[in-house]
């Protein structure tokens, strides 16, 4: 096995001269590391493919000729001036681990067509070696798993990526998607893909398809001008998308903005029982005990209507990604006109407001002063810090409300 490999990274002529198949080592190979040969690139694909109609048959050791042979090409490739530049193996049952690095090698191959086979599984962690690869076509087959985020970093050159009417799912790679350089088609319709419909996506993008998934949320404007609309239809939960569901528009108001107290959506939230923690001058504070077993704090603002979607939305964001022990960031959110909710971890200690002044009850805990003097120091590390993150000069509403549950002691 080894001496095949060998013999056919050399050149068809060096092969002609050779008398005898030559003897090397594993080692030897992996030194040296030539311009990999076409056939023997491609027989290292070919050995980890399932064919059950022998469609490759003629890709083989013995062929006579190169892949790209003028007058005698191997079949399902595709050349330009002699050199591999595609690989069209549509519609043949193929299955199997399809080796993606076999080909990474290849600095000509631009496209690989592998729609309507039999492909299933996650797509392999080789696919992001290909980084030449300007079209991929993988429609109808069975993958699964998510969109992979690495194939937009890492094949600057991709401008076409079919993945519909395959098993994918999870969450789209946003932040890659929009990084893509050269993308010009994007199709995703017909899996099972879910969360939002990324708001940016690139300026380079003339076709994109979402539809048939379980995509929620807002479809964003920008995006749902760009696009006509059957590009995101069948999405009932897509708030703005041709058929959703009535609903969906409210539904579409909770946006979760971190998993660690766990997963959920407004429709849980609304199910949960609710159990009061406190009413300060900003709102109350609940303690939610959704079915699926995550506890959350949900603070219901009051007197917010003035405060417009951008301004909570970025105060919101910003609160999300601060990290600190002595304040407790946001994990989700709920805002329309009439009713604003912010999620945080629930804290079985309770807010500071409940600690400090009690339940009234014969067997309350009362905090002596050292205590308090604990919770002070941390509510002023607490305050320190945002202030330094967030250069508010005056502690601006939204901050307030969130220092009277943050305090961790
Ligand atoms: C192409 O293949 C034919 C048949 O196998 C062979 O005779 C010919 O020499 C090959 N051409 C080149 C350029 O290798
Ligand atoms: C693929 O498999 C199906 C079902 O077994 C069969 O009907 C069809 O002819 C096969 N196609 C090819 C190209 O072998
Ligand atoms: C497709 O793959 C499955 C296993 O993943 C196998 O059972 C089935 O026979 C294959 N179908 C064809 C047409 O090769
Ligand atoms: C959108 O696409 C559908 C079919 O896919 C077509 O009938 C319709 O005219 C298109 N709408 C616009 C505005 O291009
Ligand atoms: C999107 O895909 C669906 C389903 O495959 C198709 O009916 C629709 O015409 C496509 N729309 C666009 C804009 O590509």
């Not at 690989?112 to 086979?117: G, Y």
């Not at 998607?177 to 893909?193: F, T, V």
């Not at 807002?218 to 058929?243: D, H, I, K, Q, T």
Request: glycine share 8%; aromatic share 8%; with cysteine.
């Amino acid at each position: 096995m080894v001496t095949l490999l060998l013999a056919f990274r050399l050149s068809p002529l060096l092969l002609l001269l050779l008398a005898g198949p030559a003897i090397v080592t594993a080692g030897d190979l992996d030194a040296a590391v030539p311009p990999d040969t076409e056939a023997a690139a491609l027989l290292r694909l070919k050995a980890t493919l399932s064919d059950p109609a022998n469609a490759l048959e003629a890709w083989s050791p013995s062929s006579p000729s190169a892949p790209c042979n003028d007058t005698h090409p191997w079949p399902r490739v595709q050349c330009y001036n002699g050199g591999l530049i595609g690989l069209r193996l549509s519609h043949l049952n193929l299955s199997g681990e399809f080796d993606f690095a076999a080909l990474s090698r290849l600095p000509g191959l631009h496209s690989i067509n592998l729609m309507r086979n039999n492909f299933s599984g996650p797509l392999p962690a080789s696919l992001a070696t290909v980084r030449s690869l300007r079209a991929l076509y993988l429609s109808s087959n069975a993958f699964t798993g998510p969109v992979p985020g690495e194939v937009f970093h890492t094949m600057s050159w991709l401008k076409k990526l079919y993945l519909d009417n395959n098993d994918f799912s999870g969450v789209l790679p946003a932040d890659a998607i929009a990084g893509a350089p050269r993308l010009l088609e994007l199709h995703l319709d017909h899996n099972r893909i879910e969360g939002p419909v990324p708001s940016k996506l690139p300026a380079t993008l003339r076709r994109f398809n979402v539809s048939y998934n379980h995509l929620s949320g807002v479809l964003p404007e920008a995006v749902a001008v760009r696009f006509n609309e059957s590009a995101f239809a069948g999405n009932p939960g897509l708030c703005g998308a041709p058929g959703s569901d009535p609903g969906a528009c409210a539904m579409a108001e909770f946006v979760l903005m971190s998993n660690v107290a766990g997963e959920f959506g407004l429709p849980e939230l609304m199910k949960a029982s609710a159990e009061v923690l406190g009413n300060g001058n900003l709102g109350s504070a609940y303690k939610a005990a959704m079915r699926n077993g995550v506890t959350v704090a949900v603070k219901r603002m009051r007197d917010m209507n003035r405060v417009g979607r951008v301004e909570f939305e970025e105060h919101l964001q910003m609160l999300g990604e601060l990290r600190h022990p002595n304040v407790l960031s946001p994990v989700g959110y709920h805002y329309r006109k009439e009713e604003k909710l912010i999620v945080s971890e629930f804290m079985p200690r309770g807010s500071l407001l409940y600690v400090l002044h009690g339940d009234q009850s014969p067997e309350r805990v009362v905090l002596d002063w050292p205590a308090r003097l604990r919770i002070a120091v941390g509510v002023a590390r607490g305050m320190a810090y945002l202030h330094e993150k967030l250069g508010i000069p005056a502690m601006r509403l939204i901050i307030l409300v969130f220092v009277g549950s943050t305090v961790g002691f």
